[in-house]
Structure formats: structure tokens, C-alpha cells
């Protein structure tokens, strides 16, 4: 067993220290298998572009500012992607292959000119396309390098269909690996070993940048393959060991479209699995699309075809039907959502009814047992306990007081071409069907708009509004019509 030198490291075998370690994450590449004009990893599955899969995972292992995200392709889409996430990035302005991506780390891993002064002795490398590997899983091939006292070590899994991954040339017994072979520069025998290199690693830091240069580009793409360090350390009498996955879902990559789908099902069936154990029932759980950070109370029932969106949370005994449509909403208990109803930004109160088809844009209140029906569309509004508009009605930069009825048809007409208008429409008033209500305008507690009413005046609490032209009716003039119009064809 050959130990690692270590430049710097205060680490001695009698008390072993607790490594100082970085995660640097390959997130250059233009993913040219795609044929798409946006960088591979910012493609979305689970509802997230696949980096941020990897940086969120990446960040349960070491905090952010020991994370490096090598950039490239559309670097600034990128960056501005994750930037939130607070981790560092390194540009490899030409992506000349995943060994040149580490040897443009360097600087940031090792560098003093930064200010940084970073010395790392354990250096993780993540791909930033493969995004279901799991922080359990990075931990035990961070251990397991330290354990073994290796200079590198690969995670590896065995796929039924190698078929395109780089594979793993072991000596003859036990862990150590003597290199990895890439799927087009592999013999017929190669092709058939099933254990692949998933792509994840744990260098020895100063070994990986004393040796690194020794890569060449030699081979069937003209890049420096980071895969080609474990034969450099192998000569170098290096030890460079594997470490198994027992999962081999967590290390699938994503090159072309069919593997993203494929994780992105995995993803979503994945998060029905969680969400059934924790009581939620969900019909034909493959047509329903979750994402990761949705929260669904338990006996919440959930029919095919929905899709739950964002960070939604959903109160228990729901019942949400087909087609809706639910991002970043909160929904209380009891809630019932018929089918086709698409919700963004809103907030429904306990035992509220919802849809078929009602449309409700961003800050929409709902408070507890209201109803919004069919082809009513909200934004802005506040509609208080109990009130109901059922049908065919627009409502915007509205509030409504508790128990009021707005009939079949009404518009509040909030905008007058430049600017939106408030109307407000108090407790236990009544609006008469086909009212239009021109904002800014107020409704008194209790009043009553009679229907098919323009009201562009406030209406006083208790009072009935009429703002429509009195009906005139001619007695037998439709008989006159029919007559004179017989005699003309006679
Ligand atoms: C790589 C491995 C292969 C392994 C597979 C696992 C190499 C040569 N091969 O192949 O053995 O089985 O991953 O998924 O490493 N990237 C950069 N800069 C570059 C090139 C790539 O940052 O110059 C990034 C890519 O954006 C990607 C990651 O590195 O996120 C892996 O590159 P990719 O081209 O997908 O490598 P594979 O062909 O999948
Ligand atoms: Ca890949």
C-alpha cells in the first residue's frame, strides 16, 4: 500500500485528521448529443436544471465555498443559474476534455493568487450531467479514498448496457484499478465489462496536480480524458482503487435526451414513492408530474394527469382532480380542485372549491369554504370566507369581503389602458349576473347590484344599484313583422 505524499497535510497515521476537502463539478461541456442551442446542464428534470441537482447534493457533503463549478459553454447562463447557491466557479473558456476541465482548477484549488490559499488534500469530482447521485454515496467514496489510502479512487456500477460509459480495467484481484477504458477506444473483449466509471472521483489533492500534466491528447477526441489518470497513476505506482455503488441509478448520466427522460421519470416516481408512504393516494402515479419540494398533506388524493409544481403545499384530505395545473401555491385542508384548474402564486383557505377550468394567476386569495368556478379567472384578488363567483367572471386587484355572491358574468374592469384600479366589494354583498364593475370603485357592506349593471359609481352599504337602460316593450309588434312579411310573398 502506497501512501499519498502530502504536501502540507498535518495528518499522521496515529491520529488521523478529518481531510480538507473539495468538490469540483464538470459543468463545461456543451452536450453536443442534445442538439439544442442551451448548455446540457441547465436542461431541467425534476423541475430543476440537472447542475442544480448536482450543486444541492454537492452541498450536503461540503459547504458552498469549497464547491467549484467548472464552466464553459454559455458560462454566464450558467453561473447566473446557480449563482445563488454561493459556490465558486472556474471557466474553461475551451472545453478541451474533462482532465482539461481539472487542469483549469488548479489555480482555484491550489492557488494563492486568489486569495484563497486553498490546499485541499481530497479533491471530489462530480459530473455536472449526472444528477442522481446522492450525498450518502459521494460520503462513502470520500471514506472510502481516505480509508484506503488511495491516490484515486473511481465510484463505479455495474449497467446491464455499458454501452457508451467508460470502462473499468481492474488488476486481477481486489480493488485496485490499472485504467479505464473509454467505450471508443475499447477492445470487442472490453466492451463487455459491465462495471463503468461513473464519472465520480476522489483525487489525493497534490497528487492529482503533480501528475496531471502527464495526461495527453491522444486518443479518438483530441482531449485530455480525466479517465486517463488512473493509468498515469498506475505507472506512477499509485494506488487507484474502486468503490461500487450498490444503486447503479445514482450515477446514470444524461448525453441525449432519451437518458435525460429516463431520469426524469426516475425522479418523479421516485418523489410519488415518498409522497405515498407519507398517505398520499395518487392515481396512475406515472402521469403525474411532482416536483422534488412539493409537500402533500396525508389522505390528500390526487387523480391523474395533475401537475404540482414549485415549492406547492397541499393541506391534507385535498382532493385535486385531472389536468390541473398547481405552482408555488398553498392549499389548506379539505381543499377541493376540479379538473382543469391552473393556480400560480395563490393561496386557498381551508374547504374551498375550485374549477372546473378556473384560471388563477398570481395573488389570488382564497379564504376558507369560498368557490371560484368554472371559466373564472382571478389576479390580485382577496375573496373572503364563503364568497362565491361560479362562473364566467373576471376578477382583478379585487377584494371581497366574506359571504358575498357575484353572479354569472361579472368583470371588474380594473384597467383603463394606462393604469389598474382597485374595487372593493365589502361583506354580504350581492352582484346581479353580467355586472361590470369599473374600478376604482367600492360596493358597500351589504348591497345589492342588480343584474346586467354598469357600476362606475360607489354603491352605499345596504343600497340596491341599477345601472342598465329601463326595458320598453312594443305589444304585438313581432306578429305585425311576420304579417307583413307573409303579404310581401303572397
Ligand atoms: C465521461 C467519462 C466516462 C464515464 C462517463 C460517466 C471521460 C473522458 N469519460 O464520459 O468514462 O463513463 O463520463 O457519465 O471523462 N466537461 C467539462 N469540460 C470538458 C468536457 C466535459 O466540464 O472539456 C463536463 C461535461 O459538461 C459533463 C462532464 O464533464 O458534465 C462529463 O463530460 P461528458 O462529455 O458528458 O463525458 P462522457 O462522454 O459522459
Ligand atoms: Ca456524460
Redesign the pocket.
Known sequence: MVKAPKTKSKSSPSTPQRPHIAIAI????K?TRLKSKHP??LHEIGGKPILAHVIATAQKVVPAQDIFV?I?HEADRVREAVARTGVNFVL?AA????G??LMVAREALFGSGNGNNNEYDQVIVL????PLITADTIKKLSAFHTDQRATMTLLTADLDDPY???RVIRKSRGAEVQE?V?EESATARQKKIRE????FYAFDGPALYEHIDRLSTANAHG?Y???DMAGVFHRARKRVVAIKTSDAGE?L?S?TRAEMMDLDARLRLAKCRELLEQGVTIFYPHTCVIDGDVEVGADTVIEPFVQLLGHTKIGADCRIRSYSVIGNSVLGDRVTVKPGTIMEDSRVGAGAVLGPYTHMRPGTEVGEGAHLGNFVETKKIKLGRGSKANHLTYLGDTEIGEGVNIGAGTITCNYDGANKHRTIIEDGVFVGSDSTLVAPVKIGRGAYIAAASCITEDVPADALALARSRQSVKEGWARLKREAHKEKRR
Open positions: 464538470m459543468a463545461a461541456g452536450g446540457k446542464v467548472i464553459g474553461q472545453q478541451r476534455g474533462t482539461h476541465a459530473s455536472g450531467d449526472a457508451g460509459y467508460g479505464i473509454e463503468i466509471n461513473s464519472g482531449e480524458y480525466l479517465t450515477v448520466g448525453n
